[in-house]
């Protein structure tokens, strides 16, 4: 490996819905846009990992450009960093098949996103995809290389699966990994549903109310913010064992303002949770609404989009083919030509 390269660091997100949620940017894709100063970074539409739950294909394609769209609005600058699509890179899923030749069948089972979402579905309605999920993710990470990666909470243990992986191929076969390490921010880790504070903001959520898509009209997601579930009491202070709901409003205001939680208490000091709401509601209006006007410009004009993930994935295409022939290579794959 190189010393004197940037840090290296790589993410993606699923285009399942048409909208990020707010958990999205907070957790994930706003760090993303502050790494590809610092890193040399790498950041992917998971559409592959998308069709481990059935999709419709016109939707799917809709979708995944305007997830694309998304990240270039949320400030991802193609000419900084490198955005793909991971279904252009087939390097990654003939990674993921040695990755699940060296996984354990227990080690993969232990996955709590997996147990989780079978469970719900039961399994003749989970596919064996959504099982080795995991193990795409793996090979996503390890085939860049990279030192870190900026996700939320709920994707710590796929990281540490992707350490341990790592690690025993480099130990079984000569080193051909780095080692990566998540890249989680403690405040953002996992922003919570706003109408149930004890669980994290999802597409999945129970119901539309505690989710804030950031595609939605500004007013509707202003509206969700002044009926977000609050707790008993009336004081403005950030504690996450008795003020759960005020806590995960404050972290909201304190990210999208650059403001920090302490100030933000001096400031709401003697005012009702009704004066916190009504502020935020107007934040998160005033920041979707752009953000919503710059995915639109950047879905008017699909041609550029589809042109600007082309250039992308030839660049990931150069890095992960180097990978994938290394890691062929230690395995004792014969190479296909001299
Ligand atoms: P996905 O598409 O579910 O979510 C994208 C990112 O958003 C974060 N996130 C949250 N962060 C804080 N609070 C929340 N409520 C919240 N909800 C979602 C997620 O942690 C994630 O960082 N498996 C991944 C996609 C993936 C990937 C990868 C990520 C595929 N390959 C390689 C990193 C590296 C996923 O489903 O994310």
């Keep these: 490996m190189v010393n004197d390269r940037r840090p290296r660091v790589l993410s993606g997100i699923q285009p399942t819905s048409g909208s990020f ?22 950041y992917m539409v998971v559409d592959l990992h998308a069709i481990t739950i059935q999709q419709e294909p016109e939707q799917l394609r809709a979708n995944t450009r305007q997830a694309a769209a998304q990240l270039l609005a949320a400030g991802l600058d193609p000419e900084r960093c490198t955005i ?5 890179v087939p390097e990654h899923t003939q990674l993921s ?9 227990g080690e993969a089972s232990r996955m709590t ?6 469970a719900k579905q039961g399994s003749d309605r989970t596919s064996v995809g959504l099982f080795t999920y995991p193990l795409l993710m793996v090979s996503d990470i390890l085939i860049y290389q990279a ?7 709920d994707q710590r243990q796929h990281i540490e699966l992707t350490r341990n992986l790592a690690e025993r191929f480099n130990s079984r076969y000569g080193k051909a990994f780095t080692v990566p390490e998540p890249y989680i921010l403690k405040e953002t880790a996992k922003i919570y549903d ?4 004890s669980v994290k903001m999802s597409k999945s959520a129970s119901t539309p109310k505690g989710i804030i898509n950031l595609l ?3 007013k509707v997601s202003a509206k969700k913010i002044k009926s977000a579930v609050t707790d008993t009491g009336s004081e403005i202070r950030f504690d996450e064992q008795e003020k759960p709901g005020i806590s995960n409003l404050l972290t909201i205001y304190s990210t999208l303002t650059d403001t ?8 709401y000091e003697g005012k009702g949770y009704g004066a916190l709401k009504t502020d935020l509601s107007e934040i998160v209006a005033d920041w979707a609404g752009p953000f919503r006007e710059r995915t639109q410009e950047y879905l008017d004009d699909p041609e550029t989009l589809d042109s600007l993930l082309a250039k992308g994935a030839e660049k990931a295409r150069s890095v992960a083919a180097e990978t994938l022939a290394q890691a062929y290579d230690k395995v004792g794959f014969l190479p296909a030509k001299h």
Excluded at 31 to 42: G, I, K, L, N, R
Excluded at 84 to 88: C, P
Excluded at 97 to 105: K, N, R, T, V, Y
């Design 21 to 42: 949620h707010l958990g999205n940017y907070l957790g994930a894709v706003r760090q993303w846009s502050a790494m590809q100063e610092t890193h040399d970074a790498f």
């Design 84 to 88: 793909f699509l991971q279904s252009h």
């Design 97 to 105: 098949w040695i990755m699940e030749c060296i996984a354990g069948f």
């Design 113 to 118: 996103q997996f147990k989780d979402k079978s």
């Design 147 to 153: 030192d870190q990666v900026p996700v939320g909470e």
């Design 194 to 197: 706003l109408q149930d504070p």
């Design 216 to 218: 939605d009209e500004p």
């Design 260 to 267: 920090s939680i302490a100030e933000l208490e001096t400031r």
